[in-house]
């Protein structure tokens, strides 16, 4: 049973119909039982031949070979593949080169500090809670907890050891707090341009809305990170940075190394239906310029802000052309955004129906591999739109409303 705030409670509470709690809470259990058989079946952490040679694995090694003094030789995609084998001990198709900024070798380090097991495990569910306290935080009631739990992006982030939770739980908490600690919004946006491609938007939307101190804040945290990470790890790792960013962008988005189908953008889903590169940045541009007009244009608007943050979330997830399945746990936080503007309001039947959806197309990817993160994000979108047309035209029909009673 699923309690509720004592009834003297004046604030609102987000409600769960019966059916949604029972969706939510059979996925819990199916993500705990997919985990322990896939462990079972050696097909998680480790495998037949020794660990798991998954997207972890590119961090624990840039990691080692850092602490091996050769920082710059996590960008040489053979030393970095030698040290991958030798982690999980042996050999494997393909490889995982590493094209983020040397900020995020911090983080490799620490890592790597751990044995590979202890490691991955540790990694996942330290960030795993940063990620509920953001989707908690923005819905503003415990319910939020088992709606994140429940969300089917995070078991390919769970399976492969990656940064989907910090990304989801950066993203989360910097929204949640623009109104109240824009300094501490600041913060946690200036930590996030680990993943620079998901901050295409805030430069221009946060410079609209006149929002200087989270800038200010930002821009510090990001400068003082560079600055240590080429203090601790010299300006030969930066070079290597950036001929690596030039190569891989070349790899990618030119030379297809990477399945357009696993690429959760408009760029690869233009690629995957046969659009040819400049067909595909064309398409990925347009999409860019309509998410950043809408947002400077709601941002400046006297719209509820949960509204704003969910759409600027939306939009930042659209914009970037360079998007994994496991980064989709951040579609997350415009769903979370979305509930607490209904919650005063009561959400409607359609919007519980919409957000399922969204989470039906992620769940399929294994069916499908194609870039299911564009409808679930589409969907995410045309809901914040019909909210922003229901407060401009003073509130959608009661018709379209739920009856908020009591979860029991």
Known sequence: MITQSPPNSTAPHLILPRSVELIA???CVAHVVFLAADYALGCWIYSPDGYSAADFVNVWA???LTLHGAPASVYDFVA???MQVAAVGHDFEGGLPWYYPPTYLFIAVLLASFPYVSAWVGWVFVTFPAYLAAIRMIIGDRLGILLACAFPAILSNLLVGQNGFLTAGLLGGALANIERRPWLAGCFLGLLTYKPHF???FPVVLIAAGQWRVIIAAA???IMLATASWLAFGTETWEAFFRALAAGSQS???QGSVAWGKLQTMYGLARLLGGSEALAWSVQGFVIAICAITNCILWRSRIPFALKAAALATGALLSTPYLFLY??????VPMAFL???GIATRIATYEWIGLGLASLSILLYPAFEAPVGIPALLIVAGLIARRVIDHITAGAPASHEIAATPVT
Do not use: T, W
């Open 80 to 82: 970095h593949k030698q």
């Open 220 to 222: 510090a945290v990001a």
């Open 327 to 332: 980064d989709l746990v951040a579609v997350a």
């Open 339 to 341: 509930l607490r503007a």
């Open 252 to 254: 990618i988005f030119s």
């Open 199 to 201: 901050g295409l938007l």
């Open 62 to 64: 840039a990691g080692q």
């Open 25 to 27: 809470f059979a996925l």
